[in-house]
C-alpha cells in the first residue's frame, strides 16, 4: 500500500477505495408530486439512532430524484435480497420507467416497498444536510419489517453473495482428492494454461497455496511472474470423485516476459473454445465471459453436469 494525501486525490481512485466497505444494497423510493413512484439503488444506507429511530441515505445531487427526495414528506429504504441483482441495475440507470413492470405497495408512510426485499422501513423526512455533491437525507423510521432472505451484497463494484450457501460447506470439506483451479483476468483477458497435446485449461494445482509453494496454485503463477489473490469462489463441484474448487483471481500484477509457454493469456473474444477438452471448465468459461461483461459474478455448486448457481 501506499499513502495518497489531499493534494493527489484522484476522484476514480477515491471511489474505488470507498468501495473497498463491503455494503448491502437498497433502493430509496418516494412519491413525487405527481402521484407517481421515483426510487434509486443506494448503498449509503446506515443506521443512524434507535430512540428516535432514524436513518440515513445519501442522494447525489446530480441524480434525476435529487429534486423529489429533498422536497417529499417522506421515503422508503428497501433492502434488497440475493436475488434482485436485476433490480438494483434497473434502479442503478437513469430513466422513467423504472417501476415498469415491478411489483411494490404503498407503505404505511406512503413511500413504495417493493415485493420481495429482505427489510423495509418507512420513513418520515427528519432533516437534509448537504454534503459536498450529496445530500443526507435523515429518515424518522415510522413502519418497518423484515425476514429472513439472505440480503444482497455489494463490495469493490461488485455484487457479492454474503454467506456461503450450505452446499459449498459440504463439498469443499468432504473427502476426495481436491483440485483448485482459477479464473485470472486483466478484464481482456483470461489465463489459460496448455497442456500436452496442445489442449488448454484453466491453471490448476492441489492446493491454493502462497507465493513460496511452487506445487500450490498461487505459486505456480507466480513463478510464471503472474502474481495473483484468490479471495472467491466460482465454481465447485465433483466429477468421477475429485473435487474441484475454481476461484476467481484477482491479478496483482504481471512481470514482463515472464509468461512460460505454458500460461498465457488469451483475449476474451478470441478463446478457441474446441481446444478447451474439458466441457465442464468450457461452460465455467463461457458463463465468466457472459458475467464479465454485465461485472456480476454467482456460484456454481453441483457436479460437473449438473449444479445450481448462487445467487440465482
Ligand atoms: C450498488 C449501487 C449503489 C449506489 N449508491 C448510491 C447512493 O448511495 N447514492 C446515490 O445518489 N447514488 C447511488 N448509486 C447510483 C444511483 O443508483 C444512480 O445514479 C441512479 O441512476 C440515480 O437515479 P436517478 O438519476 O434516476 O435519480 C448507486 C448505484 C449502485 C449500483
Known amino acids: ?179 483448485v483451479g482459477a479464473i485470472v483476468s486483466d478484464g481482456s483477458s483470461v489465463l489459460l494454461e496448455q497442456v500436452e497435446g496442445g489442449m488448454l485449461r484453466l491453471p490448476v494445482a492441489e492446493a491454493v497455496g502462497d507465493a513460496d509453494d511452487r506445487f500450490s496454485l498461487t505459486g505456480k503463477l507466480a513463478s510464471a511472474g503472474i502474481h495473483v489473490e484468490l479471495p472467491f469462489i466460482y465454481s465447485a463441484f465433483h466429477d468421477n470423485g475429485t473435487r474441484f474448487v475454481y476461484y476467481l483471481g484477482e491479478l496483482r500484477s504481471v512481470e514482463d516476459a515472464e509468461e512460460t509457454r505454458e500460461l498465457h493469456f488469451w483475449d476474451l473474444d478470441g478463446i478457441p473454445w474446441d481446444m478447451i477438452g474439458d466441457a465442464a471448465v468450457r461452460i465455467m468459461l463461457e458463463r465468466f465471459v457472459r458475467e464479465q461483461k454485465l461485472g456480476n459474478y454467482a456460484i456454481y455448486i453441483g457436479d460437473a453436469a449438473k449444479g445450481e448457481i448462487f445467487p440465482a
Open 1 to 179: 500500500m501506499s499513502a495518497r494525501d489531499s493534494s493527489e486525490i484522484d476522484t476514480r481512485d477515491l471511489r474505488r477505495a470507498f468501495g473497498h466497505f463491503a455494503t448491502g444494497v437498497t433502493i430509496v423510493t418516494t412519491i413525487d408530486g405527481n402521484g407517481n413512484p421515483v426510487g434509486f439503488t443506494a448503498n449509503s444506507f446506515t443506521s443512524v439512532s434507535i430512540d428516535p429511530p432514524l436513518l440515513l441515505v445519501n442522494i447525489a445531487t446530480a441524480a434525476h430524484g435529487c429534486p423529489v427526495f429533498t422536497a417529499a414528506r417522506g421515503f422508503a429504504i428497501n433492502i434488497l435480497a440475493h436475488r434482485q441483482r436485476d433490480l438494483s441495475n434497473r434502479f442503478a440507470s437513469a430513466g422513467s420507467d423504472k417501476f415498469a413492470a415491478v411489483d411494490w405497495q404503498p407503505g404505511p408512510a406512503g413511500a413504495p416497498i417493493l415485493d420481495g426485499v429482505v427489510a423495509w422501513f418507512d420513513c418520515r423526512a427528519y432533516r437534509q444536510v448537504e454534503a459536498g455533491d450529496h445530500i443526507i437525507l435523515i429518515g424518522e423510521v415510522q413502519a418497518y419489517d423484515y425476514g429472513s432472505d439472505a440480503p444482497l451484497g455489494f463490495c469493490r463494484g461488485a455484487y457479492v453473495s454474503f454467506g456461503l450457501p450450505p452446499q459449498m460447506l459440504q463439498l469443499v470439506s468432504s473427502p476426495g482428492k481436491l483440485n
